[in-house]
């Protein structure tokens, strides 16, 4: 066993050593907020980023759906134009008007029904918890 004579004085701490310790402490913490705050404006520069690419995409996807759409809309109304022609001589132009509107009638129920289906999808996996469950 170690006597207390064998015990160097340069291994007890002193008071300059607690205060060199609680100064150290203080610049950690001190660095580490500056490393903190250096992170997050890092973090918001890339997520501006991402956001500013992401709108610019969305702003050419929705300029060529916009012309997709104008481009499918004169389309169909040269269809029910050519179906009006077409019909007229056959069984007369109010009943070619009656069929080529009740087929456009359709077609516009059956996409509704579709879109329905998918709003209700979407309520029911993106966002369960707000759905009012029927007793």
Do not use: H
């Not at 973090?43 to 050419?60: F, K, N």
């Not at 169909?76 to 087929?103: E, N």
Request: glycine share 6%.
């Amino acid at each position: 066993m170690a006597d207390a004579a064998e015990i160097e004085p340069a291994s007890l701490p002193t008071e300059a050593d607690e205060a060199e310790d609680a100064g150290s402490l203080f610049e950690d913490l001190r660095d580490l907020a500056e490393d903190a705050q250096t992170a997050v404006e890092a973090e918001v520069q890339y997520q501006s980023a991402r956001a500013g690419y992401a709108l610019g995409e969305i702003r050419d996807i929705a300029t060529w759906l916009t012309l997709a759409l104008v481009a499918a809309i004169i389309a169909l109304f040269t269809l029910a134009t050519g179906l009006l022609l077409g019909l007229a001589p056959l069984i007369g132009p109010w009943a070619a008007t009656g069929v080529v509107v009740l087929a456009l009638l359709a077609i516009a129920g059956s996409a509704a029904l579709v879109a329905i289906r998918g709003i209700r999808r979407l309520k029911r996996n993106a966002f369960p918890a707000t759905i009012e469950r029927k007793p």
